[in-house]
C-alpha cells in the first residue's frame, strides 16, 4: 500500500501530467462538434468513434513521461538495484495513472455521450467500456513508452498504435451490439479477458525491456 | 575481525559495438575493504560499476557479491524528483521515519530547506540531498561513481569520515573519484 | 547440448561462407522457376470467366502477400531465438529481414490496388485483408525505426525483438479482428488444408510463382544479412580476411 501511496504523491504533484491528458480528452470531444453541421441528430453518427479515439489519444498522452522521467533523473537505477519486485511497481504506477486519468475521463465520457444521445442507459453502457478500454490502452500505451523510451514519445505512439486497433474495432462493435440489443455483455467479457492477460503481461515485458534500456 | 570475502570479479570483459571497454579484469575484496576504481574519462569506471551493480551484464566473465541485502549505489544522477519538496523526497526514498534522519540533515545543513522544491536548491544541495541515500544505508555494499563532485570542503571531510566509519564496521566500499580523498584503499586502474 | 549446436553452426564466419556457397544455386533456379511460371501464366493460361485478363497480377500479389506474413514470422523465430540463446547471428537476421519484409507488404499492397481498380472498381477498401496488410506494413516501419534509434546495437536488437514478439502475438489478434470487423476481400484460394478453389490451370503457374518469388526473396535476405553480418563485425580479425 505504501508504494500506491508513493506513486500517487509523485502523480498528484505533476499536474500537466494527469490534468493535461484529461483536459485533451476534453478539447477532442469540444472539438467534434464544431466539425460537423449544427444539428444535434446528426452528431450522434460519428459521436462513438470520436469518442474511442479522444481516450486512445489521451491514454497515449497520459503514458508519455510514464518511465522517462525516472530514466533522466536516476530513479529507475535505483529501483532495480533494490531487491524489491520490479513488475509490481510497475503495475502498481500503471494502476495509479488509471486512477487518476482513466477514470475521470471514463466518467466524462458518460458525461458526453449523455449530453450527445439523450440516451440514458446507452451513456451508462459507455461506462464499463470505456474504465476497461482507458486500462488497456494505459498498459499498451506504458509498452510502447518503455520500448522508445527516452527516443520520444512519437516513435512509442507508431509502434503502439497496432495493438491497441483491434480494441477499437471491440469498441465499436460493442456500441452497435448495445444499440441493438443483443450480446453486450459478451463484449464487456471479451474486454475483460484482455485486460486480465494484459494486466499480467504488460509489467513483466516492461521490467524486462527497461532492464535492457539501462544495460 | 573476520574477513570475509565480499566481492569477486572472475574476468570481466565488457564491449559497446564490438569496441572492448575493458578485458579480463579480475579482483576481489573482503569486508572492511574498499576499492579506488581509477583511469581516464571513457575507461569504462562507470560502467565497471554498473556491471557491479548488476544493472548491465558483462559480455564475459562474472561477479559474484556476498550479501543479500540491498546494494547502496550513489551515480551521477541523484535520483531525486524536482518538482517535490524535500520533505517529499525523503518520504519517497522512504526514510521518513529513519532514527538518524534528523542528525543527518543538520549535519548536511538542510533543516532550512526541508519544504522547498527541490528544483530549487543548489547543484551542491541537491548532491547533499542524495547523499542521504549514503548515510541512511543499511547495506553491506557501497558504490559510488564520483561522489566527491559538487561539494565543499567541509561535506568532502564528512563524507571521508562517514566512509572510513563505514568500512569499520566492515562494509565494503568500491567508488570512483578525480578529486584526492582520504580513504585507506585497494586500487585498480583501468586504461 | 542444443545451445552449443547453434553457436557452433550459427556463428557469423560459417554463415558467410555457407551463403558464398549456395547462393548462386538458389539465386538462379528461383529466377528460372519463376520467370517460367510468369511466362505460363501471363500467356498459356485462359482468361477468367468473371475478372478477364486482370487477375494475371495474381503472379505478383499472391506470393507478395504470402510472404509479407511469413518474413514476419521468421523475424518473430529469429527474435525468439536471439532472446533465448543469445545467438548474434538471429540479431542480424531480424534487422535484415525488416525492411524487406516491408518491401514486399508494400509491392502486395500496390498490386491489391492496382488489381482493385478493374475488378473492384476502386483501388483501395476498407476491406479485412487489406487493412491488415496495411496496419503489418505500419508495424515494419515501426520496427525499422526503432531499431534505428539506437546508437547501441545490442540494445536496439533486444528492444527491437521483443517488439517483434510482441507483434507476431498481435497479429492473429488483429487478422481476426479485422476479419470480424468487414470482409469484401475473396477468400484465400490456396489453403493447405481444403482443396484449392482455383482452376488447376491458373494454379501450377501460380505456385511456381510463390516458390520462385520466395527464392528470389531469400536471395534479397541473404544479401542483406551478408551486409549486416558486415556492418556489424568490421573488427573482428576474419572480416579482414575475407575481405
Known sequence: MNELKLEYLKLKKKTRSWLGPILVFWLIMLAFPLTVEFMQDKLEIGFFSVLWIAILISMMLATEDIFIEDYNDGSLEQTIIKNTSFQFLISIRIIVYWLMIGVPISILSFIFSLGTSEDLLLSISVIPLSIISSYIFLNLFALGSALSLNKGSLLGALITMPLALPVLIVLGKSIIAFQLGINYLEFILLLLGCLSIIIIAVPIIVSFIIKAHLE | ?191 | ?243
Not at chain 2, 548532491?127 to 559510488?144: A, E, Q, T
Not at chain 2, 569499520?168 to 566500499?173: D, G, I, V, Y
Not at chain 3, 527464392?215 to 575481405?243: A, H, N
Request: charged share 15%; glycine share 4%.
Open chain 3, 1 to 243: 547440448m542444443i545451445k552449443k549446436f547453434i553457436h557452433q553452426f550459427a556463428s557469423p564466419k560459417t554463415y558467410l561462407y555457407q551463403v558464398n556457397r549456395f547462393y548462386p544455386y538458389i539465386f538462379y533456379s528461383s529466377l528460372v522457376i519463376y520467370i517460367i511460371s510468369l511466362i505460363w501464366g501471363l500467356f498459356f493460361t485462359p482468361e477468367d470467366f468473371v475478372q478477364g485478363n486482370s487477375y494475371r497480377i495474381i503472379y505478383l500479389h499472391v506470393p507478395a502477400s504470402f510472404l509479407s506474413q511469413s518474413l514476419y514470422l521468421a523475424m518473430a523465430v529469429a527474435s525468439v531465438t536471439y532472446l533465448v540463446w543469445r545467438v548474434k547471428l538471429a540479431a542480424y537476421l531480424i534487422i535484415a529481414i525488416a525492411p524487406i519484409g516491408a518491401m514486399t507488404t508494400f509491392i502486395a499492397l500496390i498490386s491489391g490496388s492496382i488489381w482493385g481498380i478493374p475488378t473492384w472498381g476502386t483501388w483501395w477498401q476498407w476491406d479485412a485483408r487489406i487493412t491488415s496488410t496495411l496496419i503489418l506494413f505500419i508495424m515494419y516501419l515501426g520496427l525499422i525505426s526503432l531499431h534505428n534509434s539506437f546508437s547501441n546495437f545490442e540494445k536496439a536488437d533486444k528492444l527491437t525483438s521483443w517488439l517483434v514478439i510482441i507483434g507476431a502475438v498481435n497479429i492473429p489478434i488483429i487478422k481476426k479482428s479485422v476479419d470480424w470487423w468487414s470482409t469484401l476481400h475473396q477468400s484465400a484460394s490456396i489453403t493447405l488444408t481444403e482443396k484449392p478453389t482455383i482452376d488447376v490451370l491458373m494454379l501450377y503457374p501460380l505456385i511456381g510463382s510463390i516458390i520462385g518469388f520466395l527464392g528470389l526473396i531469400t536471395c534479397l535476405v541473404l544479401t542483406s544479412s551478408k551486409y549486416q553480418i558486415l556492418i556489424r563485425e568490421k573488427t573482428k580479425s576474419w572480416i579482414r580476411d575475407y575481405v
Open chain 2, 1 to 191: 575481525m573476520d574477513n570475509i570475502t565480499s566481492v569477486i570479479a572472475e574476468n570481466i570483459s565488457y564491449k559497446v559495438n564490438d569496441n572492448k571497454l575493458f578485458h579480463n579484469l579480475s579482483f576481489s575484496l573482503n569486508t572492511g575493504e574498499s576499492l579506488h576504481i581509477k583511469g581516464p574519462n571513457g575507461s569504462g569506471k562507470s560502467t565497471l560499476l554498473r556491471i557491479i551493480l548488476g544493472i548491465t551484464n558483462p559480455t564475459k566473465g562474472s561477479i559474484s557479491i556476498n550479501s543479500t541485502k540491498d546494494k547502496c549505489y550513489l551515480g551521477h544522477k541523484n535520483a531525486l524528483k524536482n518538482y517535490l519538496s524535500l520533505d517529499d523526497n525523503i518520504l519517497l526514498m522512504e526514510f521518513d521515519n529513519h532514527p538518524c534522519l534528523k542528525k543527518y540533515i543538520e549535519i548536511l545543513d538542510l533543516k532550512r530547506y526541508l519544504d522547498v522544491n527541490v528544483a530549487n536548491l543548489s547543484y551542491g544541495q541537491q548532491k547533499k540531498l542524495g547523499l542521504l541515500r549514503l548515510f541512511l544505508n543499511s547495506s553491506d555494499l557501497i558504490i559510488l561513481d564520483e561522489p566527491f563532485v559538487g561539494l565543499d570542503k567541509e561535506t568532502q571531510i564528512i563524507l571521508t569520515d562517514f566512509l572510513t566509519d563505514q568500512l569499520k564496521e566492515n562494509k565494503t566500499l568500491i567508488y570512483t573519484s578525480h578529486i584526492e580523498c582520504d580513504i585507506d584503499s585497494k586500487t585498480l586502474l583501468l586504461k
